[in-house]
């Protein structure tokens, strides 16, 4: 059985591997990152993914400068997932999807419109559009694919796992990937409802149902 040579890396340049250990996320997302543009990248005569040390340096210092870019937001805290939703007085529950594919906002809407008509319905076509409405919205329910435009969706759930302003909100995974694809996410998966989307119909009116329903355990807010 004939292997691929190992090839080297310049000292200019680093591997995907070493990249999303830096920065803190999977080897997809940084993957997703160079496919956008955000860092520079080019391709050995073996086909393995070179990044230039340079633009992932430019990358972290306009994170910390305020320039727009995604960013890790540090690890998850405490479990979102457990707090019921309780919306303001007066105020219908609100339910935000970040979802880029039109086929999947349709199927959702329908599904929210037949089975929540009480539930206020908002979409978000990428991870940074989902996370300034998420921020303006408060929304008792998050529904976030993984894979986004924008911010992925693994770097966007951990932002708002680690973020105090959405501590209430209940986040629900929907994915296209199954099994070992999977598996580069459990970082930011840990402990949420992941909903295949081959299966979205079946199981997301259930886990919608239970994101809702009030219970006397949790605090409300005021």
């Known amino acids: 059985m004939q292997t691929s040579p190992i090839e080297p890396v310049a000292a200019d340049d680093c591997t995907t591997v070493e990249v999303a250990r830096r920065l803190g996320l999977a080897v997809r997302s940084v993957q997703l990152m160079v496919d956008r543009g955000e860092l520079d990248a080019w391709k050995t005569p073996g086909g393995h993914r070179r990044i230039s040390r340079t633009s992932v340096d430019r990358w972290l210092a306009d994170r910390h400068s305020g320039v727009s870019r995604p960013a890790p937001l540090g690890p998850p805290v405490g479990a979102p997932a457990a ?38 319905l908002h979409l978000a076509d990428d991870g940074i559009a989902g996370l300034a409405m998420a921020g303006k919205l408060e929304p008792e329910v998050l529904l976030v694919d993984i894979l986004l435009p924008g911010i992925d969706g693994a770097t966007l759930i951990t932002g708002l796992r680690s973020h105090p302003a959405f501590a209430r909100s209940q986040l629900i995974v929907v994915t296209s990937l199954e099994g070992a694809a999977l598996e580069p996410y459990a970082f930011a998966l840990q402990g949420l409802p992941v909903v295949p989307k081959p299966r979205l119909a079946v199981e997301l009116p259930a886990l919608l149902a239970q994101a809702l329903a009030p219970t006397d355990a949790a605090p409300r807010r005021d």
């Open 83 to 120: 707090w019921p939703a309780h919306p303001p007085a007066g105020r219908r529950p609100r339910v935000l999807l970040i979802e880029d594919s039109r086929h999947f906002q349709n199927l959702v809407t329908l599904l929210v419109k037949a089975r929540f008509p009480q539930v206020e």
